[in-house]
């Protein structure tokens, strides 16, 4: 699923990420660890296509509609709520049975009542939770997570868990992350940055 | 025809985000009815219409880069953007709902300015109105592509004003000639060239824009 | 250069009623087709850049607008001269080509400045190509505005039935033409491999590190 020989990614003169190489087949996991500014949000949006590579070569096999990725940043719309801003990337990802799946995912997440309210008004942590739902919104084959337990509350890191547990081995998934312990068990390929 | 789909639901958030949070339009429309009580005493007392006829453009311009500037801080606000660059949908059809928004905004803003102007300073003809669309159409399609550049680096707010007003020179032409000479319909083919070579090039290199 | 120079001000004929600015002609011109070319230059290099994706095109597209710029001062500079020389006033509106040139000049120092203001890097790389291809877009569109504003007085050089100067002025002109498009073919060359120099020499610094 994802392939990467000598990947290299520099800004300017600036070398960020240096000669990775990387194996994942499909509906393995891997566990991406490092220290902070070893690469990590560098290397996951490598992978997304978000930034492209400077030197090496890299196959991703699977297409932008198929993709999921969860940041540092929530990546929503802070005026609009959380029901306007999943049915948004809804449309834009053509989820089917839109507002079914909105509606599962929301109650899922907790969010059920606050859907109508403006994600200004959302506590951090519930905003990564939205995150997250739209993250999963259009089932992604690959699914790509930086640091998700970072800004994620209790309630949200005990979901996430839950997902990831039951994604495994569904799902290509690569996460990033400062405790590679608590998914040790679910890894299959671990890759330590800098 | 998804395409014009996602366009719709962009330039429809747009609208929405600017609705609650209030803050870009009512600024814009202030600005221009400010600008014109300025020009009024900027202007020496027998000066003809022409000269308030060029005015103008300076606050459609002015009020412009004012919208654009705001354009793109929802995107950046918690790296929305990021996402819309990741969905599958054309990410020209990003800029096409960005620039469709900006214009309901300007011409929002213009519903109230061009009558106040009218008042004020003189009345405005049938080409002189043409060229306003125009000109709003050519700015708003620049403007969302030229915003997003400057976005990515610091000083964006001194820097879209720099990056627009030279192209925003032959615009000026155009409308000041719609609005002044008898051979109004020139300047008019002048804009309408403008627009169509200009947002075609916008609409193709957006993706370079906002890609790596 | 030095020939052209030569021939300009002392083998060329006089024109019957401009004078001795008459020689200005010779420099300003070519400065200014050159300049065009330079801007041209950039622009393709940039469409290179969009389209194949190689590094390099960057640093071409910079180096040729960057000497289409200087150009384009100098352009000014000379075309002022003349305007002196010639009506007796340092800067006219109505001269098309000046004014066009002027809102060049504003143009591709927001060039400049987009460049500073972004951080190295394929991001800045493709928005600076893009902002290329729209300056060379606006040339035309700027000149049919500015013709459209103004009246025309800035004697054609090239009518339809051909240049308007007797022989040995033309073969003044295409000397000079040549040596300024030389002059600036050098100075493009210089700039691009000191440029790359200090790249590579960057680039083994990190390496090093």
Known sequence: MIRARGLEKRYG????????????????????????GSGKTTLLRLLTGLAAPTRGTLEVDVDRGGIGLLAHEPLVYRELTGMENLDLFGRLYRVAERRERIGMLLERYGLWEARSERVASYSRGMAQRLALCRTLLHEPELLVLDEPYASLDEVGAGLLDHELSELAGRRTLVVATHDPSRLASLATTRLALG | MTYLADVAALARKDLKVELRARDTLPAML?????????????LPADTGDDAAYGLLWVAIVFTALLGLAR??????????????????????????????????FLLAAQVVALPAFALFFAPLSAT??????????GICAVGSLLAAMAAAGRARELLLPLLL????????VGGVGAAVSPEGERYLLLLALYDGVFAVLSWASFEYVVTE | MGLAIVLALLVAPEDADQGVSQRIFYIHVPIALTAYF??????????????????????????AIHQGTIFGVLTLVTGSIWAKASWGHWWLWSEDQLVLFLVLFL??????????????????????????????????VSFLA??????????????????????????????SWAAVTLLAYVLYRVELVGKRLDADLRELREALR
């Open chain 1, 13 to 36: 003169r600036r070398r960020v990420l240096g000669g990775i190489d990387l194996d994942l087949p499909r509906d393995g996991f891997l566990v991406v660890t490092g220290a902070n």
């Open chain 2, 30 to 42: 202030l600005f221009v009815l400010s600008t014109l009580v300025i020009f009024h005493f900027a």
């Open chain 2, 71 to 104: 354009a793109w801080v929802p995107e950046h606000e918690h790296g929305v953007l990021d996402a819309l660059v990741l969905a599958p949908c054309d990410r020209s059809a990003i800029w096409l709902g960005k620039t469709l928004a900006t214009l309901a």
């Open chain 2, 128 to 137: 002189a109105l043409v060229a306003v669309v125009l000109v709003d159409i």
């Open chain 2, 165 to 172: 007003l030279p192209l925003a020179i032959p615009l000026v």
């Open chain 3, 38 to 63: 330079c801007f041209g230059l950039g622009a393709w290099k940039a469409l290179l850049l969009l389209w194949r994706g190689e590094e390099r095109y960057d640093l071409e597209s910079y180096v």
């Open chain 3, 107 to 140: 143009f591709y120092c927001a060039y400049f400045m987009l460049r500073f203001s972004l951080e190295e890097g394929p991001r800045r790389a493709r928005s600076s190509a893009v902002y290329a291809l729209f300056g060379v877009v606006l040339i035309p």
């Open chain 3, 146 to 175: 500015i013709r459209l504003a103004e009246g025309l007085i800035h004697p054609t050089v090239f009518t339809r039935e051909g240049p308007q100067m007797s022989g040995s002025m033309f073969a003044t002109f295409c000397v």
